[in-house]
């Protein structure tokens, strides 16, 4: 009984994450490209394919939980995923980007060699499941526990963020859903740090170029001082979990 209750939570919130999500998508700014460290040239949101159509399809939860079973093996039955940044927390992230990310990686837009074998259509199906299992994820509770940074330097840090983040990232790290803007509030530290790395060095070729001509000349110090601030800027009290939460669906 108590399952049934929370999953009906679950599913109103999603809902009307998803609807809204529908509403805004097409406005962000698809003309964007980005180079890599091959000097190859790649678009930052790609046009057409699976991302547009999956923002289009109305979500069923109870199925998107079903497809969240394969995910919950890395990223945790709360979305929650480890505090050591090995696997990101995806819990209410931006539906948007949530789409965004899932269908680069299943397009090759961005490597992810651990987990692309179970994110193909032949392990998970096509467009109406990355519209399930992202309206499912993005409804969930967020770890209230994030992995945080060293704690040397928050001052300077604090004055990194305000300069440089702000504008596309928040003032307290929220994205913008309608932007394709990570929510990066929450986050484990070592994973915002691989990110980070990865988008400055082009690696993570589907980036927004905004952001890397943004963060090009930030020292080592700069890089873990301003990821320090931000993983200890805490997600709103109503997206927050209890500690040690778990997912009900998955009990
Ligand atoms: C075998 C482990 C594994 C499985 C299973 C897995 N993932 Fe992942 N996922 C990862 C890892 C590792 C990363 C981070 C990769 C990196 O550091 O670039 C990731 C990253 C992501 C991201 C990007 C997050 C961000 O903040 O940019 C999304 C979205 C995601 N996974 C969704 C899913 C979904 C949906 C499923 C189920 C269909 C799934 N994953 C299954 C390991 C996994
Ligand atoms: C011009 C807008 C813009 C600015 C400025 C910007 N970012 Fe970003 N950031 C983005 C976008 C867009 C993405 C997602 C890129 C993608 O689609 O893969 C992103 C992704 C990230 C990620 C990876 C998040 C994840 O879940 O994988 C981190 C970490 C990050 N930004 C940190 C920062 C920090 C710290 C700053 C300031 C020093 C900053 N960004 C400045 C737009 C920006």
């Known amino acids: 009984m108590k399952t049934k209750i929370a999953f009906a939570v679950v599913s109103v919130l999603a809902l009307t994450t998803a609807v809204r999500a529908a509403e805004i998508a097409p406005k962000a700014d698809a003309t964007k490209v980005t180079v890599d460290s091959e000097g190859k040239k790649h678009e930052w949101m790609v046009k057409g394919g699976e991302r547009e159509k999956a923002l289009e399809l109305k979500p069923d939860l109870k199925h998107g939980r079903d497809v969240f079973e394969v995910c919950s093996a890395c990223h945790m039955p709360e979305g929650w995923g480890r505090s050591d940044g090995t696997f990101p927390e995806l819990a209410g992230q931006h539906r948007t980007v949530l789409v965004k990310q899932l269908t680069d990686i299943r397009e090759g837009n961005r490597d992810n060699p651990t987990m692309y074998p179970f994110a193909l259509t032949s392990e998970i199906g096509g467009e109406q499941s990355v519209a ?3 309206a ?3 409804a969930l509770p967020m770890n209230p526990d994030n992995g945080k940074g060293p704690g040397t330097d928050l001052a300077h840090g604090k004055k990194l963020f305000e300069d440089n983040c702000v504008r596309c990232h928040g003032q307290n790290g929220e994205g913008n859903e309608e932007k394709y803007y990570p929510r990066i509030q929450g986050q484990h530290y070592e994973y915002l740090l691989r990110q980070y790395k990865w988008i400055k060095e082009g690696k993570r070729r589907n980036a927004n170029p905004d952001m890397i001509a943004q963060i090009k ?17 805490s997600p709103p009290k109503d997206k927050l979990g209890p500690h040690g939460w778990k997912n009900p669906d998955f009990e």
């Open 132 to 134: 399930d299992v992202t």
């Open 136 to 138: 499912y994820i993005a």
């Open 217 to 233: 000349n930030f020292s080592d110090k700069d890089t873990v001082d301003v990821l320090d601030y931000v993983s200890r800027l």
